[in-house]
């Protein structure tokens, strides 16, 4: 249903007599009227085969300058796709059972990569892939988990595969570990990182962009709990890979102080000066504030800034703009009378300086989960609305200065500078490639069954972890080696001890009781 949409209309106030000039006069007003013309409007989607959506909502602008919005979970099991032309107007609906939309891509030849929480029986994440009028063209499964799985960010990589961000659930005390895992263009899985420190009780990615360099840039955020859970302590995940998901540089960054909320991250671009953007949530006096974290190719922090009123407001989404700004979406309580959340939309500088902001929505809640930049200059986002039906999927076109014509006020948001905040690099588990070091031995006489022992190490400084293995290091960090021998157990007395790299049985790279290592 639309809430209102943009119409231009054309009217004379002088009657001209020269029937030719008349022509001439209305062909230039009309080309000059659609050559700045910016298509502004509100509309809500209700039911999809009869069920209310109930969760996020993702909206992309499509090749063909339309759009579509991914509604993770049409009811539970579901998901949902609407393909709309420019104006807004539905051209498909479909709904596809057996999952939760988290994410959506298009793809170069039209059609749409979705990640998917499978979640009948277990759990488990899958890639769908569909041709451009959303039919099913495959569908792999590739995260498996008894206690849940969240796929919650994809994009296309410069190889025309994928990679998606996200985390699983390791146990029934909910603990939780980040991921990221690269994909061809089949679906087929070509390696996996995990992410967290040693101890960490939740690690989450909820982002992830591909890089000038070919690699990828990943944020999320983390909990650590001490003294048997008495204090927390969170922070975000920044962290920097090359497109074979080697680790180039990673990052902790949080506030100095115990069981505060945040910062969280939720939202990660690569900008024009080749550093990057995130976007998230900080706690400042017990109230949620929108986080905006600017640094530099390396990860160093350039500045970070908090925008908000005087109640809770969160940020979502954040992309960089043609002039050199940002916009930022979300949600606020601030700026409503009764605290209710507004759909709420920030527009600043290449500095972070505030250009305007304003809100949008009706009496109840409103939330906005994606923004995107359009081809008229104008902004897209997708999001939830109460006011306008019950848990409807709102979908909001605006102008370049954010107006859509109804629903919304303009904001009086406060920015201030974060100076309270560090950053410290941090270490993650790798798996696939060169992060595994197997070591195979062989019968000995008719008591020792074959048997195959790998090592998994962690960068940039890394503790192995072997129960049978010795290293001349403890700790070692990139660049530098260790020289692994074997420690204890029963096989001391084999003589055919072979290394290999890769899987167990791979490359091998060396025999005896010892071999140098570097990661």
């Not at 709904?95 to 979640?119: K, L, P």
């Not at 982002?207 to 955020?221: H, M, Y």
């Not at 074979?244 to 902790?252: E, L, T």
């Not at 306008?388 to 859509?404: C, E, H, V």
Request: hydrophobic residues 30%; glycine residues 12%.
């Amino acid at each position: 249903a639309y809430l209102c949409s943009s119409k231009i209309n054309y009217k004379s106030s002088k009657k001209i007599k020269m029937k030719k000039t008349l022509h001439f006069l209305i062909v230039l007003v009309l080309i000059g009227l659609s050559a700045t013309a910016q298509i502004t409007f509100q509309k809500t989607f209700g039911t999809l085969n009869g069920n209310y959506g109930i969760g996020e909502h993702q909206v992309l602008q499509t090749f063909d300058g339309g759009y579509i919005i991914l509604s993770n979970d049409v009811y539970y099991g579901s998901f949902g796709l609407i393909k709309t032309n420019a104006n807004g107007d539905t051209l498909w609906v479909k709904y596809y059972s057996g999952g939760e939309g988290f994410s959506i891509q298009q793809i170069a030849d039209g059609g749409y990569i979705i990640t998917d929480e499978y979640v009948y029986l277990d759990e488990e994440s899958v890639l769908v892939r569909l041709d451009n009028a959303g039919n099913i063209l495959w569908a792999n499964s590739y995260e498996h988990s008894d206690y849940g799985t969240d796929p919650e960010s994809i994009v296309i990589a410069n190889d025309a595969g994928y990679a998606v961000a996200g985390n699983y659930t390791e146990d029934m005390n909910n603990d939780e570990t980040a991921y990221l895992t690269k994909f061809d263009s089949t679906g087929n899985t070509l390696w996996r990182d995990e992410f967290g420190n040693a101890g960490s009780d939740y690690s989450h990615l909820y982002s992830v962009n591909t890089t000038n360099d070919g690699g990828f840039i990943v944020t999320g955020d983390f909990t650590n709990y001490y003294w048997q859970d008495l204090y927390s302590y969170t922070g975000v995940y920044l962290i920097k890979t090359d497109g074979a998901g080697h680790y180039i540089w990673a990052d902790h960054i949080s506030l100095d102080t115990f069981n505060n909320y945040g910062p969280t991250g939720k939202s990660v671009q690569q900008t024009n000066d080749n550093g990057f953007i995130v976007a998230g949530s900080i706690d400042i006096n017990s109230r949620a504030k929108v986080y905006l974290i600017k640094t530099d190719n390396n990860g160093s922090i350039l500045w970070s800034k908090t925008y908000g009123g005087t109640r809770d407001d969160i940020a979502t989404s954040v992309k960089q703009t043609t002039d050199g700004g940002f916009i930022i979406a979300g949600y606020s309580s601030s700026f409503s009378s009764d605290s209710t959340w507004k759909v709420y939309l920030i527009k600043t500088d290449g500095n972070g300086n505030l250009i305007w902001s304003k809100t949008y929505g009706g009496a109840s809640d409103d939330q906005g989960f994606s923004v995107q930049q359009t081809a008229d200059g104008g902004y897209i986002i997708g999001g939830i609305t109460y006011s306008f039906g019950n848990q409807n999927k709102y979908f909001i076109k605006t102008d370049s200065l954010g107006n859509s014509n109804c629903n919304q006020n303009n904001a009086t948001t406060n920015v201030t500078t974060v100076s309270s905040i560090s950053k410290n690099d941090y270490d993650y588990n790798y798996y696939g490639g060169n992060a595994t070091y197997p070591l195979s031995f062989p019968l000995i006489g008719n008591t020792q069954e074959v048997n195959t022992l790998c090592y998994t190490y962690t960068q940039p400084c890394i503790n192995p972890d072997i129960p049978t293995i010795s290293a001349s290091n403890n700790s070692i960090c990139v660049g530098n080696s260790t020289t692994l021998s074997i420690a204890s157990g029963n096989l001391n007395s084999a003589t055919n001890w072979q290394w290999y790299s890769g899987n167990c049985g791979g490359t091998n790279v060396g025999s005896g009781t010892s071999i140098t290592v570097s990661p």
